[in-house]
């Protein structure tokens, strides 16, 4: 993906690559698109019949090419939608990432800003460990992102079967380091792993193990699980 994104926001993108995919399918099996409508006040998202509880994410401005994290947003700063999102900015500031302790993020270097603004939503999730995102228009030219907060939606849990999937997806989202992407995944598990040069062996519950080998270019080479 081209883009003017700092080393940093990428290594932290990376971390949350594949079980942020993980998630996300698992997110639009349970929320399925449709007409929505939001209130902020009382951080209620409703689509297709289905109510949730949400926090606002962010949002991106087509026009300007610009992204706005919520809790940034000046007309609701301090309140219950964007409270989650100030531990973001807190990440960014602890780990030095430019993307998430600023405010906003100018989006006009980028090939293509909207995928810009998916990635941003993405990696906002991921710091916070999120059931997804929601991505929704809200007028012309503008796109906003919500977070669902709400034990209606659940968190994906590891499948052997699906997994493999998951890690070729995720290793392939932003293609700097799968080796990233896999030991972020297997930590977002909590499942205990073991290092070598050229694979991880990760040991799954239940007593299985799955071994991702990397090729001499640090690629997935193979996924087998025993």
């Known amino acids: 993906m081209t883009s003017t994104f700092t080393d940093a926001f990428l290594r932290t993108a990376e971390h949350h690559a594949a079980w942020g995919a993980e998630q996300l399918e698992a997110l639009q099996q349970v929320l399925p698109g449709g007409p929505w409508t939001v209130d902020l006040n009382q951080c209620r998202y409703e689509s297709s019949g289905r109510v949730v509880r949400v926090g606002l994410l962010g949002s991106y401005d087509q026009a300007g090419r610009s992204w706005l994290w919520g809790w940034a947003n000046p007309g609701l700063r301090g309140s219950a939608v964007v409270a989650a999102g100030a531990r973001i900015a807190e990440f960014g500031r602890l780990h030095d990432v430019p993307e998430l302790r600023e405010e906003g993020v100018d989006l006009s270097g980028f090939a293509d800003p909207h995928r810009a603004a998916e990635s941003l939503a993405f990696v906002g999730m991921g710091v916070l460990g999120a059931a997804g995102y929601i991505g929704q228009p809200a007028g012309p030219g503008t796109r906003v992102y919500f977070?669902?907060?709400?034990?209606?939606?659940?968190?994906?849990?590891?499948?052997?079967?699906?997994?493999?999937?998951?890690?070729?997806?995720?290793?392939?989202?932003?293609?700097?380091?799968?080796h990233a992407v896999v030991t972020g995944y297997f930590a977002h598990h909590r499942v205990p792993t073991t290092t070598a040069a050229d694979r991880i062996t990760a040991h799954l519950p239940g007593g299985s193990t799955a071994e991702v080998a990397f090729d001499a270019l640090g690629r997935i080479a193979a996924i087998n699980v025993a």
């Open 147 to 178: 977070t669902p907060d709400d034990p209606q939606i659940p968190h994906a849990p590891l499948n052997p079967l699906t997994m493999p999937r998951h890690l070729v997806t995720g290793a392939g989202l932003f293609g700097r380091s799968p």
